[in-house]
Structures are given as structure tokens and as C-alpha cells.
């Protein structure tokens, strides 16, 4: 006797989207939560009288996050256009901080821009010609060749980082923006893939034509919520406080257990969660190598996100779009910030990424909004100084997630499991926004992993 026909480990975004696909398809459905809540990496609190994202924020246009957006629409969400008008600031550690209102911080030199654009170019062109979003066999021997250098070697030999301070600078922003950890860390291969499922780098890095066009006005968190309420309606369970900590597969269904007091019994179990999760769980019979080494070898990057409100917009009164790029450092630990003013609140959103994230996540809440302050302060003048309200989420210290935003692979780790991303393993499928063709790491790729691998499971009930 079967509890669901499916379970569906996780209530993020993509555990909610293939819970819903598969009720509407008439297949009985039980998802179960680790935590108390629906959302996962996505989640909105309130400050004032809006709600705002302490995760997963933005969203691109239809052209490039076809899913997201159909989905947002669906659900009867708005869209929030980012604001970027005004002057941008880029903020080295060689020099005051500069000033533009161009698109490129034209301040910067010819030199150290043609190598920032070079870089761009190159590891498009690089993805787009020899990886591909499809995990490919490995026939040729070039991914397990990429996969032996970390992305600092090679950004290293490419843009000259050495003697381009401006644009080593900028490189690690870019690096610790997408991943939330530093080049060195990271395969060459795993971060060609991400670039060849996201259709490209620079989309990645900005908001005109890129992924941070819009937000969804009231957070991000609503998508899941409204899932989860679409799941209910349509007869599907969702358990909270069940974190599966072991799977036992047998000849005719899947026993999925959380903890000593409960188990579950399906036909099917999907996953849908971070894969570093899922290094702790238990599988009976023991999954195949290649996949059990993609739990292990994973790792997942370190942001820490907050929030100031103000009183007014002053950086927009002084010209300012609120947009700035910095070289973090320890003492120094901000490396983006963006404007995010909706209606009568007037926010500064900021991110400490990649290791200054690490060193600050050991600090306390007061000691983050302090330092904050003093480079909100260089930046926008003394009235950033008096914020109304200061909210943060240490993304490391979430249990059930362990880091954002995305799992990552270090070097010589990739290239021998890459085709087990999205395999399933007899009556196991994998969702969830790593094992995404399309914008990995990324709401999107959230849903596309979410109906890819709704239909894997579908299909075996039809020839039921
Ligand atoms: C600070 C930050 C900024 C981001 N910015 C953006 C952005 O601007 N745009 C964008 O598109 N994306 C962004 N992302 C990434 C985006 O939020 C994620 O890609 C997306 O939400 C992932 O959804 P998911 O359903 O795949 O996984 P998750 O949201 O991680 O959901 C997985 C769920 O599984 C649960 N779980 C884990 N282990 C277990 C277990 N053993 N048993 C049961 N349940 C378990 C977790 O509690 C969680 O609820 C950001 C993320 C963060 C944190």
C-alpha cells in the first residue's frame, strides 16, 4: 500500500512545480519539506509595508527565462522592473571609486576593459562551441581536459589577471556574484556549463538584457506559495518538518524515511533539492557511483544578503542608480549593491559573496550592518548612514540549503559523473535547479528541471 504514487523530496520552487505537473496528469502526490516553509533558496520577509527577497530575487525577460516568466504570469504575479538609471560606481582598492554613466566603466582604461570584454566573449564562445547545456559524453576526452584546471588558471592565462588589477577585479566579481565562491574553487568545466545553459556570460552579470531585468513584486517566495496552494487543491499532501534522511528501494516501490518516526511508501520519488543535501542521505541499494559522487564532490557557495530601508531615495535625489561593483576584502566585504525601491520603500540591497561572506558569516549581525553602513557611507554620503530598518539572511547557516546559490563542482570532479546530472537511477529522478539544461542555478532552470523530470515520471504511469 503505496502513501503517494510520487514523492517529491523539497518544496523549493522545482519540488512544487513537478508536484503540480504531475497531479494535474492524475498522479497522486506527497511532498516532503526538511523545514517549515515552501520556498527554499527563494524567500521573502517583510519590511515596512513590503515583502522583500532575502533570496532569489530577479528574474529575465521572456527571451531568456522563458519559464519563470510563463509561470509568474500563470500564478497572477507582477513584474517589477530593476531600476539602473543614473550613475553607477565601481569601487577598486587601488584608486577612489569611480563614477559612470555608461554601460562599461569607461574609467577603468582601454587595456583593462578589452581584457574584461575578451574574458566575457571568450568563455561564451568557449561554452557555446564545447560544452553545450546537455551533459555530452565525454567521447574526445575535452571535458575531462577542461575539467583538470580550476577557472582562476585559466581566466589567469586569458585575461592576464596578474597585471590587470581593474580587471582581476572585476572577474571576481563576476565569479563571486554567479557562484558565491572564488575562481580558484571552481572547475573550468563546470563553469563553461553554466554559462552554455544560461545561453551566455554577460546576460549573467547584468540588467539591461541580462538576468536581473525584473523582481516580482512581493517577493519571489510567492511562486512557491502559490504552487503549494495549486498542489493542495488538486488533492496533493505536503508534509513540513520531514527531512528524508534515507531511501530504500525495493522490487516493487520506494520506501522514503525521515528520521526513526516516519516513512513514506511510492512508487516513484523525485529529488528536488540542493545535491550537497543529499550527500547525507542513506540509499539502499547504494546509488550508482557516478551519481553518488556527484552528492559528495559538490559544493555550494557562500552569500550573505541585506537589506537597508531608508527614509528617502537619496541616491537617486543625488543621480545615483544605487548600482555598484566593488573589490571586496575583508574589510571591505560588500562587492554589489543595487537599488530596490518599490512603492514608499526605499531599499539598498547588498551582497558579500565568495570568501569575505565566509569570513563575515563568523561575525554577528550587528558587526555586518556596521561595516555595511561605513561602505554604504563611501558610496551614497552620510545620510546612508541612518538606514530606518536593516534585515540579512546568512544563506551559510541555513540548514537545510548549506550555502547559495548553486551547487558547485571543483576541478577534477565533473568530467567522469556529468552524465548522471540528470539520470535517473531505476525509481529515483532528479530535479531541482542543478540538474536544470537550461539556467542552471536559477529560478528557470528550477522549473525546467521541475517539468522535465515530471515528464520522466509520467511516463512510466501511462504504461501502467
Ligand atoms: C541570496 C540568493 C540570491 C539568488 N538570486 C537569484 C536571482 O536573482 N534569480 C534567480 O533566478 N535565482 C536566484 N537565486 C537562486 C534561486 O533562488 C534558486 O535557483 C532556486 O530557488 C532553486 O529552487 P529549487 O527548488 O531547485 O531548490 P531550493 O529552493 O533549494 O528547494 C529545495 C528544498 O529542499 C528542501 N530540502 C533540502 N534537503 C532536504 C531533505 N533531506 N528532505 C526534505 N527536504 C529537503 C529545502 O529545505 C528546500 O526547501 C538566488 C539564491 C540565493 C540564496
Known amino acids: 500500500m503505496c502513501d503517494a504514487d510520487v514523492i517529491v523530496v523539497g518544496a523549493g520552487i522545482s519540488g512544487l512545480a513537478c508536484a503540480r505537473e504531475l ?18 533558496r527563494t524567500y521573502s520577509v517583510e519590511m515596512s509595508s513590503q515583502r522583500i527577497d532575502l533570496g532569489g530575487q530577479w528574474i529575465a525577460s521572456k ?16 513584474l517589477h522592473p530593476q531600476h539602473y538609471n543614473g550613475k553607477r560606481i565601481l569601487d577598486l582598492q587601488d584608486r577612489q571609486p569611480l563614477e559612470y554613466s555608461t554601460d562599461i566603466p569607461t574609467g577603468i582604461g582601454l587595456r583593462a576593459l578589452l581584457a574584461v570584454q575578451f574574458t566575457l566573449w571568450y568563455c561564451t564562445l568557449q561554452a557555446r562551441l564545447n560544452i553545450g547545456s546537455a551533459a555530452a559524453k565525454d567521447t574526445s576526452g575535452k571535458l575531462g581536459r577542461f575539467d583538470q584546471h580550476s577557472t582562476a588558471d585559466v581566466l589567469e592565462k586569458i585575461a592576464g589577471l596578474s597585471g590587470q588589477v581593474a580587471t582581476k577585479a572585476l572577474v571576481t566579481a563576476m565569479i563571486r556574484g554567479v557562484f558565491g565562491c572564488e575562481a580558484k574553487e571552481l572547475s573550468w568545466l563546470h563553469f563553461l556549463h553554466y554559462i552554455a545553459c544560461a545561453g551566455g556570460l554577460e546576460r549573467l552579470v547584468t540588467i539591461k538584457k541580462g538576468f536581473q531585468e525584473h523582481t516580482v513584486l512581493g517577493g519571489a517566495q510567492q511562486i512557491s506559495e502559490r504552487l503549494a496552494k495549486e498542489v493542495r487543491s488538486l488533492g496533493g499532501k505536503l508534509e513540513f518538518n520531514c527531512k528524508v534522511t534515507s531511501v530504500t528501494t525495493e522490487a516493487d516501490g520506494v520506501w522514503v524515511a525521515c528520521g526513526e518516526s516516519k516513512s513514506f ?33 559538490v559544493f555550494i557557495g557562500c552569500i550573505i544578503k541585506a537589506v537597508f530601508r531608508y527614509g528617502r531615495p537619496f541616491w537617486r535625489l543625488n543621480g545615483f542608480s544605487g548600482e555598484v ?17 518599490v512603492g514608499d520603500c526605499h531599499m539598498l540591497v547588498c551582497f558579500l559573496n565568495g570568501s569575505p561572506a565566509r569570513t563575515w558569516s563568523l561575525r554577528t549581525q550587528d558587526e555586518r550592518r556596521q561595516v555595511l553602513l561605513k561602505q554604504l557611507t563611501k558610496w551614497f ?71 522535465r523530470a515530471a515528464r520522466e515520471v509520467s511516463g512510466h504511469f501511462s504504461r501502467l
Request: charged letters at 20%; a negative charge.
Open 23 to 40: 497531479l494535474r496528469k492524475g498522479i497522486h502526490v506527497c511532498v516532503l519539506e526538511a523545514s517549515d516553509r515552501v520556498g527554499g
Open 63 to 78: 527571451a531568456q527565462q522563458p519559464f519563470v516568466q510563463a509561470l509568474v504570469k500563470e500564478l497572477g504575479l507582477q
Open 265 to 297: 511508501r511510492c512508487l516513484r520519488c523525485v529529488f528536488a533539492t540542493p545535491p550537497k543535501q543529499l550527500g547525507n542521505v542513506k540509499f539502499a541499494p547504494a546509488l550508482p557511483s557516478s551519481r553518488a559522487a556527484l552528492h559528495t564532490s
Open 325 to 341: 561593483v566593488a573589490e571586496a576584502t575583508d574589510d571591505e566585504p560588500c562587492f554589489n549593491c543595487y537599488d530596490h525601491c
Open 381 to 451: 554620503g552620510p545620510e546612508a548612514s541612518h538606514p530606518l530598518e536593516y534585515l540579512e539572511k546568512d544563506w551559510a547557516a541555513d540548514e537545510f540549503t548549506g550555502g547559495c546559490p548553486v551547487g558547485c563542482y571543483p576541478p577534477k570532479t565533473l568530467a567522469p559523473h556529468m552524465q548522471a546530472l540528470r539520470k535517473p537511477c531505476g525509481r529515483l529522478h532528479w530535479a531541482g535547479t542543478e540538474a536544470a539544461e537550461a539556467c542552471q542555478g536559477f529560478m528557470e532552470g528550477a522549473i525546467q528541471a521541475a517539468q
